[in-house]
């Protein structure tokens, strides 16, 4: 039981790059989130799922993009990467409790 | 709509000492879940507690314990007897039920540091 998984650990892009932010649970989960987290901010809502095929937008959702083909996975798109978006990326999968992947760090130059 | 506020921005105390972490939320819901989690120096975010908005009661973990009093709508977090180890930053959070998994609301953290 691995928990939630998530990869790459550390990523460098280019301004204008785009890239894919991986997620995985194995704890049969309905509802999975991503979160950044940014210096003196706590944890900001990009995206959520509640379950395969259903997304929607959290606080902080412009630039990224999800989709929730299995109850399993839950990839974050960035479509053109901005220095903005350098941040820690955590994604979370929720049953009574919500538990968190290790985190991707994310840097755009 | 949620927030959650965690006034303490930065606290240092002695290794032994006693510390209190506070939290206040806000919430128009009458059942909501409250969490703490933990984020050492390695940057992992580490479940502590789940509390339901029905469940006053407070509770104690070995050297953690929590305080929630919906009157003040406060679930603050005391650690006895600080170690070093429980250097990290601490948040609180709200999940209102209706919407439970979908929006958890975080506060800002609280960095405690414990000195030897």
């Known amino acids: 039981n691995a928990g939630v998984t998530q990869t790459p650990k550390f990523q460098v892009l280019k301004t204008g790059q785009s890239m894919t932010l991986q997620c995985a649970q194995d704890?049969?989960?309905?509802?999975m989130s991503w979160y950044r987290q940014d210096p003196g901010m706590g944890l900001r809502l990009i995206h959520y799922s509640v379950g395969a095929g259903i997304t929607d937008q959290g606080e902080v959702p412009n630039g990224y993009n999800v989709s929730r083909s299995t109850t399993e996975d839950f990839p974050l798109r960035l479509l053109s990467a901005a220095p903005s978006q350098t941040s820690v990326y955590f994604c979370a999968s929720a049953g009574e409790t919500q538990y968190f992947g290790p985190g991707t760090r994310l840097l755009v130059l | 709509a949620q927030k959650v506020t965690q006034a303490q921005t930065e606290i240092s105390v002695v290794e032994k000492e006693d510390v209190t972490l506070d939290c206040v939320y806000e919430?128009?819901?009458?059942?909501?879940?409250l969490f703490w989690y933990k984020q050492p120096p390695s940057g992992e975010l580490v479940f502590l507690i789940r509390r339901n908005s029905f469940d006053e009661q407070n509770e104690i973990s070995g050297r953690y314990s929590w305080n929630f009093q919906k009157s003040t709508s406060s679930f603050n977090f005391t650690i006895t007897a600080s170690q070093v180890v429980d250097s990290a930053v601490y948040f609180c959070a709200l999940s209102e039920a209706q919407n439970y998994g979908q929006n958890f609301v975080f506060g800002p953290g609280t960095r405690l540091s414990v000195l030897p």
């Open positions: 704890m049969n989960h309905e509802y």
């Open positions: 919430t128009r819901d009458t059942t909501y879940y």
